[in-house]
């Protein structure tokens, strides 16, 4: 089945610090891969996503690249600000099974201090 | 962006009653609904799928007659959880999806604690 492996928090980081979030999956066929975030008290809202291999999404100077042969789909960032504080999620969808489900990771608190 | 509704944000209820749980998209017409459970450092679990106007998909493991849910109108879906149990305690977070879309907006959760 699918499965979506998330880098465990919490991570704190200072302003302007380079960010990483470690993300593995397994998953049958060829999945779209996506970032999740979810700031406090609101819903989860789609950062960035790629749809096949060697696709990079980026959005908000977050970026993520769709690596076939390591299975993975990190996040990075170069320059967190406070505002970048939130939880953050990987997640997968296959086409196969019915309705185009989501499959998350656990989700990573991140801390960014000013 | 599209804006998806929860309400009630946070219930506290007793053990053996049930609590209804409302989502609402707010500018879009939703065709389909999704309703996860989310337990404290874990992964967001789908309970259920639902399309406008008929019956939930539970998904594997997931009781029917426990989690009622009912999609009755384009912008409105509810989960009534039915003698709610201190373990039925958990973090429930509905998405929706327009009709012909391929993305999912999601509401910024219920938190259920059942004493």
């Known amino acids: 089945g699918n499965s979506v492996t998330q880098m465990e928090g919490p991570v704190t980081l200072s302003e302007e610090a380079f960010l990483t979030i470690n993300c593995t999956y397994t998953a049958t066929g060829y999945p779209s891969l996506f970032w999740y975030v979810q700031y406090p008290g609101e819903g989860l809202q789609l950062l960035l996503k790629?749809?096949?291999?060697?696709d990079k999404g980026s959005n908000k100077g977050f970026e993520a690249t769709y690596r076939k042969e390591t299975t993975s789909f990190h996040l990075e960032k170069g320059s967190v600000q406070v505002s970048d504080s939130a939880v953050y999620f990987c997640?997968?969808?296959?086409?196969?099974?019915?309705?185009?489900?989501?499959?998350f990771g656990s989700g990573t608190q991140l801390t960014v201090l000013p | 962006g599209a804006v998806v509704s929860q309400h009630p944000s946070r219930v506290i209820c007793k053990s053996g009653t049930s609590v209804k749980i409302e989502c609402r998209s707010l500018?879009?017409?939703?065709?389909?609904m999704f309703w996860y459970r989310q337990f404290p450092k874990q992964s967001l679990m789908l309970m259920a799928t639902?399309?406008?106007?008929?019956?939930?998909?539970?998904e594997q493991g997931v009781e029917k007659d426990k989690f009622l849910i009912n999609h009755a109108s384009l912008t409105l879906s509810t989960l009534t959880v039915t003698s709610a149990h201190p373990e039925d305690s958990s973090f429930y977070i509905c998405s929706a999806r327009a009709g012909g879309g391929d993305t999912q907006y999601f509401g910024p959760g219920t938190r259920l604690t059942v004493l």
């Open positions: 639902s399309n406008e106007g008929s019956k939930a998909t539970y």
């Open positions: 997640a997968l969808r296959t086409l196969a099974g019915s309705a185009r489900q989501l499959t």
């Open positions: 500018d879009f017409q939703a065709t389909t």
């Open positions: 790629a749809t096949k291999a060697d």
